[in-house]
């Protein structure tokens, strides 16, 4: 079976960009997680949804990142504009259900210049 | 309101050891999910083990198992027989049943093997 799968691994933006980041979540899986990961704050949510409604929204993220589901099986992650700031690897996630465990993709590091 | 703490930031131990990391837990749901996993310094991150709250007994994986204390509210990994290759970063994350909110993480224990 697929894992979860990212794409770009890596992407590379001007300050004031829009950029989109792409993940496929595992087949059948009814919960998709996006997550910014950073030496300094660790793991944060930015976005959980489950069978494609939206769920939670992590309340500092709001302002210019938007996660979409387009599909079950396909979600994106917008960010406009996009700061230095946002430089992190960014992660998507999937779990069967709520009990469940996590598979995590491999992840999206975005550098902002 | 949902918080897990890991308060060892590294742990050093020699190879073939056992190691312990700790983390705790808030919660005001009376069932709830813990989950371990690790991510190596390729970046990957991988399940490892998890312990459901209505279960006394602890788990265990291979040479993964918890140390489960529910009056404690805490929630220890420990590896036995250690390898090079666990060398790594390990989170701690717990979700509530009853909630619809994303499980929460802790800031994670880095362990650093040594031959």
């Known amino acids: 079976d697929a894992g979860v799968t990212q794409t770009p691994r890596h992407e590379v933006a001007e300050k004031g960009q829009t950029i989109i980041l792409k993940c496929e979540p595992v087949s059948g899986h009814n919960d998709l997680f996006w997550y910014r990961q950073t030496k300094i704050q660790g793991l944060e949510l930015l976005s959980y949804?489950?069978?494609?409604?939206?769920?939670?929204d992590g309340g500092a993220f709001k302002d210019r990142f938007k996660a979409e589901m387009l599909n079950s099986s396909f979600s994106t992650l917008k960010i406009q504009p996009t700061e230095p700031k946002d430089s992190a690897v960014y992660l998507c996630?999937?779990?069967?259900?709520?009990?469940?465990?996590?598979?995590f993709g491999p992840g999206t590091r975005l550098t902002v210049l | 309101a949902q918080k897990v703490t890991q308060t060892q930031t590294s742990i050093s131990v020699m190879e073939k050891t056992t190691v312990t990391m700790d983390c705790v837990y808030e919660?005001?749901?009376?069932?709830?999910?813990l989950f371990w996993y690790k991510q190596t310094a390729s970046g990957e991150i991988v399940f490892l083990i998890r312990?459901?709250?209505?279960?006394?007994e602890n788990a265990t994986e291979g040479h993964y198992s918890l140390n489960f204390q529910k009056p404690k509210s805490s929630i220890g990994l420990i590896i036995t027989a250690t390898q090079i290759e666990d060398s790594a970063v390990y989170f701690c994350?717990?979700?509530?049943?009853?909630?619809?909110?994303?499980?929460?993480f802790g800031a994670g224990t880095k362990l650093s093997v040594k031959p």
């Open positions: 996630a999937s779990s069967l259900s709520g009990f469940a465990e996590q598979f």
């Open positions: 919660t005001r749901d009376s069932s709830y999910f």
């Open positions: 994350a717990m979700r509530e049943r009853n909630n619809n909110n994303a499980p929460r």
């Open positions: 312990q459901d709250s209505y279960k006394k």
């Open positions: 949804f489950r069978s494609k409604s939206l769920m939670e």
